[in-house]
């Protein structure tokens, strides 16, 4: 299996900044793509940001241009740097990673951000 670990979230000021990180555990062999997804309160899990094992990342026109995804295959982790914070980006994001090993995705346990003047 694999275990994926967020960290990094937080309460903030709209206009700042915030950087999230995952870490992946376990079965790493075979991750393909990994991304965030969020789901603010009373709402669907929406897409974020993914990026694959080597290619292009895709954003959700919502953080075009505030949002930056990366990756570290290395240390097996992928970053997500928010910048420019909106309240409408307060929510519980999760980080995920698709295993080519088992043919399905696995879920972090979510970390909290919060916009709010």
């Known amino acids: 299996q694999v275990q994926l670990v967020e960290s990094g979230g937080g309460l903030v000021q709209p206009g700042q900044s915030l950087t999230l990180s995952c870490s992946a555990s376990?079965?790493?062999?075979?991750?393909?793509?990994m991304g965030w997804y969020r789901q603010a309160p009373g709402k669907q899990r929406d897409f974020v940001a993914r990026?694959?094992?080597?290619?292009?990342?895709i954003y959700a026109d919502s953080v075009k241009g505030r949002f930056t995804i990366s990756r570290d295959n290395a240390k097996n982790t992928v970053t997500l740097q928010m910048n420019s914070l909106k309240p409408e980006d307060t929510a519980v994001y999760f980080c995920?990673?698709?295993?080519?090993?088992?043919?399905?995705?696995?879920w972090g346990q979510g970390t909290q951000v919060t916009v709010s003047s």
């Open positions: 376990g079965t790493v062999f075979g991750i393909s793509v």
């Open positions: 995920y990673a698709w295993s080519l090993r088992f043919a399905k995705p696995f």
């Open positions: 990026i694959p094992n080597g290619g292009s990342t």
